[in-house]
């Protein structure tokens, strides 16, 4: 069973549109959880971290923790063309050393 | 002010030779990790220090040696390179729980 799952995509959105990123893990003991932007030959990039549930709101982004459910995601609002990239979200399972397990990225194109 | 350095930032090297990167972060964070990124774009961590100890090991042939000389660096030598090993290789540091902090990579080419 994969630790992260995430629906690779691409997902395409218009710009001005929401875009909404889930993501699924597998170990109920994960204490952390990071959504990261990778833009194509860079380095990812930490956007959102969440640990407690419910929502986070951090300007246009909002992160979403459903423990009971073993689901994150990350809504994006008034997406914008430079939004567009793969977002990777990662996991620390408590006792793991703080080891950050990611899932496979989602590639969001937003379209002017 | 780059908060975790790598490098080179591209190595392109023949099979059978032995290359080592370098990474250094200024964070003042307590550990330290090596990542492979495939060309799927899969990030898979490799190795992790804190404080100079080494404490996450992940199946990884043992052609792959880190080192790391003090809290703020951590090095990583690869001895006979093979075609598999092309990859982008990332630094990354942490504090505690808090999210990491990733380098800018070192894209590896083995020909």
């Known amino acids: 069973q994969k630790e992260v799952e995430q629906n690779s995509g691409p997902l395409s959105v218009p710009e001005g549109a929401i875009a909404s990123l889930n993501c699924t893990y597998s170990d109920r003991v994960s204490q952390s959880f990071f959504w990261y932007r990778q833009y194509s030959g860079k380095s990812p990039e930490l956007i959102m971290s969440i640990y407690s549930n419910g929502d986070k709101e951090d300007g246009r982004f909002t992160a979403q923790l459903n423990k009971a459910s073993q689901y994150v995601s990350l809504l994006i609002r008034d997406s914008q063309p430079s939004d567009s990239a793969t977002y990777l979200c990662a996991v620390i399972v408590r006792g793991s050393n703080y080891k950050l397990t990611f899932g496979k990225g989602t590639l969001l194109t937003v379209n002017p | ?111």
């Open chain 2, 1 to 111: 002010d780059t908060a975790v350095s790598q490098t080179p930032k591209y190595l392109v090297t023949q099979m059978g030779n032995d290359k080592s990167i370098k990474c250094e972060q200024n964070l003042g964070h307590d550990t330290m990790y090596w990542y492979k990124q495939d060309s799927k774009k899969f990030l898979k961590i490799m190795f992790s220090y804190n404080n100079k100890e080494l404490i996450i090991n992940e199946t990884v042939p043992n052609r792959f040696s880190p080192k790391s000389p003090d809290k703020a660096h951590l090095n990583l030598h690869i001895n006979s390179l093979e075609l598999g090993d092309s990859a982008v290789y990332f630094c990354a540091s942490s504090l505690g729980t808090g999210g990491y902090t990733f380098g800018s990579g070192t894209r590896l080419t083995v020909v």
